[in-house]
């Protein structure tokens, strides 16, 4: 009973996810905002490159070694910074959002992101395996890339939505 209650959470989790990403790039009259998208995309990549980067030269303190050691705090801290920067490049090029707007789409990627890692690395570790695929080697499988704009997504379609109904 108990591994059919997990695969239910696994596949809720994964759905409900998956169904918020499809919603962002709509604006509160349903038009199509591809920026909100793409944004989001390269705020997550953004993140989780410089916080390997800054992560893998800079990192001394670990951020939660029991669920993943080579995660570290200096890590999430470049990551979160490089996030915030590419938020102000985006403003810069896009007008559909303000800048602190995307400061704080930034600022959630950054976080809800490396929460989404985490999460993801607890199941990985739960199952016992080191990677959830094959399909992509020595990434961690299709899952790992995915996890952390899995998880940001519905934290920035809820910011979305908060600030179209607050203006």
């Known amino acids: 009973m108990f591994e059919k209650k997990k695969y239910i959470v696994s596949i809720f989790?994964?759905?409900?996810?998956?169904?918020?990403?499809?919603?962002?790039?709509?604006?509160q009259f349903r038009n199509y905002q591809p920026i909100y998208l793409i944004g989001l995309l390269v705020l997550i990549w953004v993140n989780d490159s410089f916080a390997y980067l800054t992560g893998k030269n800079f990192g001394k303190h670990k951020l939660y070694s029991k669920i993943s050691p080579k995660k570290t705090i200096e890590g999430f801290i470049g990551g979160f910074i490089a996030a915030i920067i590419g938020g102000i490049l985006i403003s810069y090029f896009s007008k559909?959002?303000?800048?602190?707007?995307?400061?704080?789409?930034?600022?959630?990627?950054?976080?809800?992101?490396?929460?989404?890692?985490?999460?993801?690395?607890?199941?990985k570790r739960q199952a016992g395996v080191k990677?959830?695929?094959?399909?992509?080697?020595?990434?961690?499988?299709?899952?790992?890339?995915?996890?952390?704009?899995?998880?940001?997504?519905?934290?920035?379609?809820?910011?979305?939505?908060i600030i179209t109904y607050v203006s």
């Open 96 to 123: 559909s959002l303000s800048l602190l707007h995307w400061i704080a789409i930034a600022s959630i990627v950054s976080i809800f992101g490396t929460i989404g890692d985490l999460i993801q690395s607890k199941f």
């Open 13 to 27: 989790y994964l759905i409900s996810c998956f169904f918020f990403l499809t919603l962002i790039p709509f604006d």
């Open 131 to 161: 990677d959830s695929g094959k399909i992509m080697p020595g990434h961690g499988g299709i899952f790992d890339r995915l996890d952390s704009i899995l998880y940001a997504s519905p934290f920035v379609f809820l910011y979305l939505q």
